[in-house]
């Protein structure tokens, strides 16, 4: 894969790695994550969106069996929730809105099948920020520790990226 924002597009000599010619393609799957050639999420976000919808299919038939609220939300952590928050930390940040309504159409449908309130996907974004950032301030051995500081506050810590 090759990303060239330049504003005139032009063909790349093949790269050669011992002898052998490496294929140039306009997407690819990293660690679970679909990367495009033009760098948006379109892919990746459709890819998880689809995979999520599979899932209500299982989650609607534990409904028709009677299943409590509690097990159904139990279910749907682990099995549709975990799909859609997939290294939502990468991503997410960096979605067109066409893309966030489509995962949280997933998550609204989920509630609707449950029957409970459910977090939204942006919700769930901001709390695995947070809980990153948190464990990123809390090891000072971490590369990045030294890109926050922690704020003076009354009730709650705050973070702040050093520029």
């Not at 890819?47 to 609220?69: E, S």
């Not at 997410?92 to 997933?106: E, M, P, Y």
């Not at 695995?128 to 950032?133: A, P």
């Amino acid at each position: 894969m090759v990303v060239d924002f330049r504003r005139t597009r032009r063909d790349h000599s093949p790269l050669h790695i011992d002898g052998s010619t490496v294929e140039i393609v306009k997407s690819t799957k990293f660690l679970g994550v679909h990367l495009a050639e033009d760098l948006t999420w379109s892919l990746n976000t459709s890819t998880i969106t689809k995979k999520a919808q599979q899932r209500l299919y299982f989650l609607r038939r534990l409904r028709k069996a009677h299943l409590p609220p509690p097990i159904l939300t139990t279910f749907y952590r682990g099995t549709i929730e975990s799909i859609l928050s997939s290294c939502i930390t990468a991503w997410f940040g960096n979605c067109t809105a066409s893309d966030r309504k489509s995962l949280q159409r997933v998550v609204r449908t989920a509630e609707k099948i449950i029957g409970v309130s459910l977090p939204t996907i942006t919700d769930i974004y901001t709390t695995r920020c947070i809980r990153k950032t948190t464990s990123i301030v809390d090891d000072h051995t971490h590369s990045s520790h030294t890109l926050f500081t922690l704020l003076p506050s009354g009730k709650s810590p705050g973070l702040s990226a050093k520029g």
